[in-house]
């Protein structure tokens, strides 16, 4: 009797067994083979492609003695914290804020625009972006224009000019969650507050944001997300340049594994992004499985 | 069934909108600016592919023409790979689509303690950065010899966009009641074939939205294609379009802006088609929310 409850449930969820493969050989695996690979010293090409040798942690050592790395995860702090904790939460909740105030004309027609830079493909954005920013480019033509001076952005201030794009490009997804949360908060309790007095900022910040609270922590999430994940961006702007002085950790590990032709050390340096990741998606869905307020 | 229960001012009620008259001309204008702000990187983009002089920087053409786009209009520069992003984004979608559909059913119709472990391991998985797998991916492929492979690309890109895949279709699964499928059950009819005659038809629009999210994804990602696809015959327009404009000393900017804008139109009209048929913050629900 057991035995065939038991025998029937795993006939019902018989359909599950190809994303399950799907998942196990293509997520899953390629997780694994990186712990395991970060260990070798395999190489792109020539004898240790072949019979990769074991090597320990040596890898992992060189990474906390190469200079690259440190400053890599700094810059990945950075650029996570600058264009989308900063840059595309702050300015998608006060665009979606404005949304609420403005005219529906003019808000459906911005909203277009910031929509606009999300939905292009990603290589056309990054095209987009690195002639915004290059020597002779848009940004420096209305600079120029007002006066301030024509900066190389690219080579001066790369990660400047890769944390406004990233900004640019991403803050719709903001604008998007934050514009549903708002629509779900009773306009009744903010309508009872401005009769007992509260002020437009007092409302915002003591009634209306602690009741987006859960729409908050999911964005951030979810934004850290992608945005740890950023490769194309920053590799059509500045490859990682001038002289690694952009390289997040994405870019880092591509450069080392297939411009320096070291797998190991190039997978020991993703294998560190993963791990950052999962820390990430384990408190997003430690979030996610808590009673909504 | 329960339907989902908003809580709604009943009809008739004063709707008021605070602070409506007030802020209005200021926010009007703050948001014009952002606006303005968030097209002046795109301007460069339409006026540059219209100007066969282009530059980086954004003017209004000399001598306006169409001359870029007839210049990118062959086959092995345009075609080709429009044609691969083609294959290899419907291809995507499809499997994506028959692998998510089949396992949201289980999920959506029993109950069971399997369920919630392994929703929440797949969401999991949507949260690994992709960027940081394809270095290991790519050592994977070599050693399993399916470098360069197309399908094999569209397996993995499939994969990478399963988890939000099962999550939407689950949810628009959810939607479509059981007393329907009870129904053809009573006269014979196999669970498969209830899937496939009744709750599929029913949930085609929320399918069609989930095909179109794996289809746009698989369409603009460059990073995949760029690591997995070597030879130049199998490279879609993301990968073909970087290296023929970002290897190339002399850079074409007008070429490149027209053919930017070319690759990028299916993709803006499937968003469309999105947002206009069944809103873009509903496929976003569908999405986010669990």
């Known amino acids: ?293 | 069934m329960t339907a989902p229960v908003r809580t709604r001012r009943p009809a008739g009620a004063p709707v008021l909108r605070p602070e409506r008259k007030q802020g209005s001309t200021a926010a009007d204008a703050a948001l014009t600016l952002v606006g303005a702000c968030f097209l002046l990187p795109l301007l460069w983009l339409v006026l540059g592919s219209l100007d066969p002089e282009a530059g980086h920087e954004t003017r209004v053409p000399r001598t306006p023409g169409l001359d870029n786009f007839a210049a990118i209009m062959t086959p092995e520069l345009l075609f080709q790979p429009l044609w691969n992003s083609l294959v290899l984004s419907a291809g995507t979608g499809a499997v994506t689509l028959a692998a998510a559909v089949l396992a949201a059913y289980p999920l959506s119709r029993y109950r069971s303690r399997f369920n919630t472990p392994f929703l929440y391991a797949v969401l999991f998985g949507t949260c690994l950065p992709v960027t940081a797998i394809m270095v290991p991916v790519y050592g994977l492929f070599v050693q399993l010899e399916l470098l360069d492979s197309m399908p094999a690309t569209i397996f993995f890109m499939a994969t990478t966009t399963l988890p939000m895949a099962i999550w939407m279709t689950r949810n628009f699964m959810d939607s479509v009641p059981l007393s329907l499928e009870e129904a053809a059950w009573v006269d014979g009819a196999s669970r498969m074939a209830a899937l496939r005659t009744i709750v599929l038809p029913l949930m085609r629009q929320g399918l069609g939205v989930v095909f179109i999210f794996v289809f746009i994804q698989a369409w603009g990602n460059f990073f995949v294609p760029f690591v997995l696809l070597l030879s130049e015959a199998r490279q879609p327009a993301a990968v073909s379009i970087y290296s023929f404009f970002g290897q190339h000393g002399a850079v074409a900017y007008g070429q490149l802006a027209a053919f930017s804008i070319l690759y990028s139109l299916p993709v803006l009209a499937l968003y469309v088609i999105v947002s206009k048929g069944a809103g873009s913050s509903f496929a976003l629900s569908g999405a986010v929310r669990g």
């Open chain 1, 1 to 293: 009797m057991q035995l065939d409850h038991r025998a029937r449930q795993l006939v019902r969820y018989l359909p599950v067994l190809p994303a399950v493969l799907l998942l196990l050989v293509f997520l899953a695996g390629p997780v694994v083979w990186a712990f395991q690979a970060s260990l070798t010293n395999a190489g792109l090409t020539g004898r240790s492609a072949r019979n990769p040798e074991w090597v320990g942690l040596e890898n992992y050592q060189r990474l906390l003695a190469d200079p690259a790395f440190p400053l890599s995860l700094g810059l990945t702090v950075l650029f996570v914290g600058g264009s989308a904790v900063i840059g595309q939460n702050l300015l998608g909740l006060a665009i979606a804020l404005l949304m609420r105030r403005a005219r529906p004309a003019v808000s459906s027609l911005a909203g277009t625009a910031v929509v606009a830079a999300w939905v292009l493909p990603e290589i056309v954005a990054a095209f987009a972006a690195y002639a915004y920013f290059s020597k002779d480019g848009t940004l420096n033509q209305l600079l120029g224009s007002l006066g301030l001076g024509r900066p190389e952005w690219l080579y001066a201030f790369p990660m400047v000019a890769v944390m406004l794009a990233n900004t640019w490009r991403g803050t719709a997804f903001s604008m998007l969650v934050y514009r549903a949360a708002l629509n779900d908060v009773p306009a009744e309790i903010s309508e009872a507050a401005q009769m007992d007095g509260a002020r437009g900022w007092q409302r915002l910040l003591f009634i209306t944001l602690p009741m987006i609270r859960g729409s908050i922590a999911t964005n951030l999430m979810l934004i850290t997300l992608q945005t740890l994940a950023v490769f194309t961006l920053v590799w059509v702007m500045t490859a990682g340049g001038p002289a690694n002085a952009s390289a997040t950790l994405p870019v880092l590990a591509y450069t080392e594994a297939f411009k320096f032709g070291d797998i190991g050390y190039g997978t020991a340096v993703a294998s560190v992004l993963i791990l950052i990741g999962a820390v990430f998606g384990a408190v997003y869905i430690r979030l996610l499985k808590e009673p909504r307020p």
